[in-house]
């Protein structure tokens, strides 16, 4: 390739780098037609909160996998996934008949024990009046005294038997521990259930935990209770902080945030961030509805006397119905907001 044609190569470099920079006149632009009508906004220094967007993801307060403490065959399994549920429903049977065994074993041994203490109440309720006859001796005033007691204490071990197959029974049978959605059954029935064996998971998303990462300066000043903002989905929304505690890395905070969900319009998982306010800062803006958009480019019209061109801009965070301009315009510039009958983009 010749010397002229590199000269040109470089030239033609340095005119688009140029057309790059901030200035008014070396901004790349095009005239505008009739499309471009509408009233006009004085672009001009704009105080906007600082902002450290932290993302991470969204999950219910209320989630919970059931299992048992108990062996056994399942019987019966009474949900499926997807499936709506009010708290206390039945979900899942345990076969537990050897528990009924072991029930009626222990009420007749109840009976037993209120049997003996029955009979050694009348017995020590003799020996007292005889003794207060003197026609009985200490001893064996003593001696009944302590059968009324062993038998007293023997029907208190019943009782407790007696409470602890009543709690063992309970858990043959897997209940809600809230209203909510069944989010994975884990067995059928015939499946051997065992202690710790998950059975059926469930949770109720009408309250979602958005829990973020950030650094120790973007957690500074948060507290309990504190409004703040973020998205889920990309929807702006309001939560409340739950907390703010060490996370796992160096140098790395956890940040937990409340919202509600009463339709469950979001689900578990769902994409979320938080807006940590750091501070105020000045920086141009501009009004997201007079963006033209085509393709990966964003632009504003500007007006110029009696002349409207379309001059593309570099865009920054965006504030609510704001947004930050890094480059492509200057305080003073007068850009066009669309009407209804005359849209920009």
């Known amino acids: 390739m010749s010397r002229w044609s590199n000269s040109l190569i470089f030239i033609a470099s340095l005119a688009a780098v140029g057309a790059c920079s901030r200035g008014h006149d070396n901004q790349t632009s095009r005239p505008a037609g009739a499309t471009a009508t509408g009233a006009t906004h004085v672009v001009s220094d704009t105080v906007l909160e600082d902002v450290f967007e932290a993302s991470g993801t969204a999950e219910p307060i209320q989630q919970a996998t059931l299992s048992t403490k108990l062996m056994g065959a399942v019987t019966r399994v009474l ?64 001696a009944a005294e302590t059968q009324l007691s062993r038998a007293s204490a023997g029907v208190a071990a019943a009782q407790a038997a007696t409470a602890e197959v009543d709690a063992a029974v309970h858990y043959a049978e897997i209940r809600a521990p809230f209203g909510g959605v069944v989010t994975r059954r884990f067995v059928d029935p015939g499946a051997f259930a065992a202690p710790g064996t998950p059975l059926v ?30 998205t889920l989905e990309g929807e702006p929304v309001d939560l409340k902080i739950e907390g703010v505690v060490p996370g796992p890395g160096a140098n790395l905070y956890t940040v937990n945030a409340l919202v509600t969900n009463p339709n469950q319009k979001y689900l578990s998982g769902s994409a979320a961030t938080l807006a940590l306010v750091q501070g105020e800062r000045r920086a141009l803006a501009v009004p997201r509805a007079a963006l033209v958009r085509e393709g990966a480019l964003n632009g504003v019209y500007v007006r110029r006397g009696e002349e409207t061109e379309l001059r593309w801009v570099r865009l920054g965070e965006t504030f609510g119905d704001w947004v930050e301009v890094l480059s492509g315009l200057e305080p003073g510039d007068r850009i066009v907001l669309p009407t209804p009958t005359g849209e920009v983009g």
């Open 201 to 230: 998971a469930l949770e109720n998303a009408s309250r979602l935990r958005v829990s973020v990462m950030a650094p120790p300066r973007a957690v500074r000043g948060l507290a309990r209770g504190a409004a703040i903002r973020g």
């Open 79 to 142: 949900v499926q996934e997807g499936d709506v549920v009010r708290a206390g429903q039945l979900l899942l049977e345990i076969d537990a008949r050897d528990l009924d065994a072991k029930r009626a074993r222990v009420a007749a041994g109840l009976r037993e024990a209120e049997a003996v203490r029955g009979e050694a109440e009348l017995h020590a309720t003799r020996i007292r009046a005889l003794f207060a006859d003197s026609a009985a001796a200490k001893a064996q005033l003593d």
